[in-house]
């Protein structure tokens, strides 16, 4: 399952389109606390987020999993893409880093690297 968090819904509707055209199963959220709290978490391969977002960002998010040795692949959007900002989500283990809007070929790639990886692991 391909998780999807961002606070614009448009951008969730249309990331949830993308994903479940290429045969995954999505589903959304509207922050990375709602993603959190929810019993979804356990089911999700990869989490694909927006960067800044009321509350809990999607860098501050990634730190909270990585800090409780949740190793889930992250792909970040955003319409701020800041070099800053790529190479602490980088350092991270991130495996994209798109500008909205983005292309989906290049998620499509993100999605694959990651899942790549997730599968590899777990064989």
Known sequence: MITIID?????????????????????TFASAEDFLASPLRGETDCVITDVQMPGMSG???????????????????TAFPEERIRRQVDAGGAF???AKPFDGNAMIDCLDRALGVRNGADA
Not at 7 to 27: I, K, N, Y
């Open 96 to 98: 994209g880093f798109l």
């Open 7 to 27: 606070d614009d819904e448009s951008v969730r509707t249309a990331t949830e389109s993308l994903v479940r055209s290429l045969g995954f199963t999505a589903r």
């Open 59 to 77: 860098v501050e998010l990634q730190s909270h999993l990585r800090a409780h040795g949740d190793r889930t692949p992250l792909i970040f959007i």
